[in-house]
């Protein structure tokens, strides 16, 4: 994955212009050390070698090529933690190839394998191909992490209490404008019923849509002329890796939108059902009580 230097190019860095960062093994959170260890300092180290590539402004397809030509060249190396090749994404024309060794023993043990000479043979090229060098020059530079911080990195979780709001409900009807999945409850012909629906909110109610003379459509209705069932309408949002999220509940009448004139209201919601069949027959539960709960680590 690194590729060899043309000769004439003068390596950046100190220790002979090896690009070694060292970085937390998994993206482990910064923490001090103990025992001789500094704070601010990451232990459990991954070496992390970046070569420099300058191509020609026509040629970084290329290079991009030849690096998916031979992807997963590398993956059983031992002590080989991962790769990436990076694209720049303004003018420049430097491309970062960065690997991820356990150690520098690993990284060193693959430089001296037959595995690198294949792989590198015409700088960069497919193994085997004595095509040219797509790099006009290339540079390795060395750097050691100082201190960070991890931040909230994809399936890490976090720990501790969060801090429990209590929202308004101006705040509540903000969080829920978006509209999208919320759950019904009500009371049907079997027990307490919960149903996920997708919703749109409009003119302060939300709106679904089910089908018309469905066991959700008859469950929700009273049979009594104007009487309305009461029912709750519950609508979240989590990150279940950093334990927060918020959550808005209301209580209100279902209301079937059966007169044609309303109905052409309603329609101005925009709700679409997610799933499919004849969904015809529109609801509108206006909120009677509105209460939320926000959880968040500040």
């Known amino acids: 994955m690194v590729s060899k230097m043309p000769r004439g190019t003068r390596p950046a860095g100190p220790r002979g212009g090896q690009a070694a960062a060292r970085t937390g093994r998994g993206a482990a959170a910064p923490r001090a ?10 232990e459990a180290m991954t070496v992390v070698k970046i070569n420099a590539i300058t191509v020609p402004a026509d040629s970084g397809d290329e290079l991009a090529r030849r690096f998916a030509a031979r992807a997963g060249a ?26 991820r060794w356990r150690d520098e023993d690993s990284f060193q043990a693959w430089v001296k394998s037959p595995a690198f000479g294949q792989g ?6 497919h193994a085997g191909d004595r095509a040219a060098p797509v790099g006009v020059s290339s540079e ?4 050691e992490v100082a201190g960070g ?10 720990t501790g209490p969060g801090v429990l709001e209590v929202l308004g409900e101006e705040e ?4 829920i404008a978006p509209g999208g999945l919320g759950r019904i409850a009500y009371s049907g012909r079997y027990g307490l019923v919960v149903l996920p629906v997708n919703y749109k909110l409009h003119e302060g109610s939300v709106v679904f849509r089910t089908e018309e003379g469905g066991t959700t459509d008859e469950d929700l209705r009273t049979g009594i002329a104007h009487a309305e069932y ?13 334990r927060t999220g918020w959550s808005v509940l209301m209580q209100g009448s279902a209301h079937h939108v059966d007169d044609e004139d309303e109905r052409e209201t309603v329609r101005g919601s925009g709700v679409e059902p997610w799933a499919g069949g004849p969904r015809e027959m529109y609801v509108r539960i206006t909120p009677s009580a509105m ?8």
């Open 149 to 158: 911080s991890a931040g909230h990195a994809a399936g890490a979780q976090a």
């Open 33 to 42: 050390g103990r025992e001789g260890g500094r704070a601010g300092i990451i």
């Open 74 to 99: 590398v993956d059983n190396q031992p002590g080989f933690e991962g790769f990436e090749l990076l694209k720049p994404a303004d003018d420049r024309t430097t491309w970062l190839v960065v690997t």
């Open 230 to 242: 009461r029912v709750t309408f519950e609508i979240d949002q989590f990150d279940p890796g950093a």
């Open 291 to 298: 209460t939320g709960r926000r959880v968040s680590r500040s």
């Open 120 to 125: 590198h043979q015409g700088a960069g090229g």
């Open 140 to 143: 390795l530079w060395s750097y």
């Open 172 to 175: 509540c009807r903000r969080l």
